[in-house]
Nanobody, 118 residues
Framework: VQLQASGGGLVQAGGSLRLSCTGS????????IGWFRRAPGKQREGVAC????????HYADSVKGRFTISRDKAVKAVYLQMDSLKPEDTAIYYC????????????WGQGTLVTVSS
């Protein structure tokens, strides 16, 4: 099982970034994928999840209305569109298998760093 997040970078507060997630070694297009982040000195936080069975979207309160998770089955990718970024969004972002969109992740790969400057 391999997952890879990409698309991070440095952006000013109020800006946008789109992260991408690809995977291999499992049926990526039929797997529930979520994003979580790790910021220095903070606990891991699940930020978004797209359930592969019922199609529901799940967002942390801290990103609701600003982040959007989506999937493109044709290219086997899941995206996290991040708008109105804030300095507190600075973290390493990971995509992961999150079977129930309940904050339990069973596989993830290398993350991508997002830095939001004030």
């Amino acid at each position: 099982v391999q997952l890879q997040a990409s698309g991070g970078g440095l952006v000013q507060a109020g800006g946008s970034l789109r992260l991408s997630c690809t995977g291999s070694g499992f049926d990526f297009e039929y797997t529930t994928i979520g994003w979580f982040r790790r910021a220095p000195g903070k606990q891991r936080e699940g930020v978004a999840c797209l359930h592969s069975v019922d199609g529901t979207f799940h967002y942390a309160d801290s990103v609701k209305g600003r982040f959007t998770i989506s999937r493109d089955k044709a290219v086997k990718a899941v995206y996290l569109q991040m708008d109105s970024l804030k300095p507190e969004d600075t973290a390493i972002y990971y995509c992961a298998r999150e079977p129930l969109c309940a904050g339990h992740f069973d596989s993830w790969g290398q993350g991508t760093l997002v830095t939001v400057s004030s």
